[in-house]
């Protein structure tokens, strides 16, 4: 029966299997000083162990090791909880499952010590049903951080894209959309969506499109400008799209797109003299001398 050898072990022989799974660990360069503390670093281990330990203590009758059993429960959580931090950290995925993998060779060589069957059949049991079991616990580490580093890799793109569309009110019913950059399908669509939230949000009248940083524009980018000017429009307010300068202006008429009612102009300062036109509004700038 292999269950109760490594159920032994694991019971009878803690603090030693601690100290050679955390050496183990220093060995392959798991044990990562800039990250963790040593104390955290123990922690950590002490926090899979203990479960797992308690896992194997609940198969002995069954003399199998299942890791979807429900058993397992406390090791799952264990394993999402140190997984979690460890990927926050810097972690990577490879390294989070070698940590789990650093068990089984101190584990082994207890084993080889202490099943003494003449054919070693029970060894070799004892070796497959641990290496499944470790495995099983590892490959859930993996899937645990890939989906960590999935979120955390969406949460950067949101707060870059954020960064990247910003809309700012210039003046009171006037907004501005800077672009800098590339503008693909996705972006516009952020583009389209703050814009229209903003029209609404800052009760704008005119919008400024501003496409001074925008590396390129070709057929694709013009349309987008386009739709989303004619999107601004159907709120009930006016966009002026500026930055156009003499190379774009060019591009534009070679690629014949047609700008139909949208205003243009080539800066930001021109485009905002506009809509101050537009609003009917008149901007006396006073300076004031200090004493």
């Known amino acids: 029966m292999p269950v109760p050898h490594i159920h032994k072990i694991l019971d009878t022989q803690r603090d030693s299997l601690l100290r050679e799974w955390a050496s183990t660990q220093a060995e392959e360069g798991l044990i990562r000083k800039d990250l963790f503390t040593e104390a955290e670093a123990k922690a950590q281990i002490e926090t899979l162990y203990d479960p797992l330990a308690k896992g194997v203590a ?24 140190v997984t979690r931090e460890r990927t926050k950290r810097g972690v990577s995925t490879g390294d989070m499952a070698t940590f789990v993998l650093a068990l089984k060779y101190p584990l082994f060589e207890r084993l080889r010590a202490s099943v003494t069957d ?4 029970v060894l070799m049991e004892a070796i497959a049903q641990f290496t499944r079991l470790i495995d099983s616990v590892a490959l859930y580490c993996t899937e645990i951080c890939i989906a960590e580093r999935d979120k955390i890799i969406q949460r950067q793109h949101d707060e870059m894209m954020e960064l990247a569309t910003p809309v700012v009110e210039l003046w009171d019913r006037i907004v501005a959309v800077p672009l800098v950059g590339t503008l693909d399908s996705m972006r516009a669509q952020e583009v389209m969506e703050s814009t229209l939230s903003a029209i609404v949000e800052k009760k704008a009248d005119i919008v400024i499109i501003d496409i001074t940083g925008v590396m390129t524009v070709d057929t694709q980018v013009a349309q987008h400008l386009i739709r989303t000017a004619a999107a601004v429009r159907l709120m009930g307010a006016e966009a002026i799209i500026s930055g156009i ?3 774009i202006a060019q591009t534009m008429v070679q690629l014949g797109v047609d700008t139909g009612e949208i205003r243009t102009r080539g800066s930001l300062r021109m485009a905002l003299a506009d809509a101050f036109r537009q609003l009917d509004t008149d901007v006396v700038i006073r300076s004031v001398r200090g004493n």
């Open 245 to 247: 300068s003499p190379r």
């Open 118 to 121: 003449t054919n070693g059949t």
């Open 58 to 81: 609940a198969s002995v009758d069954q003399d199998f090791l299942d890791p979807d059993d429900d058993v397992w429960e406390d090791l799952r959580a264990a394993l999402a909880e």
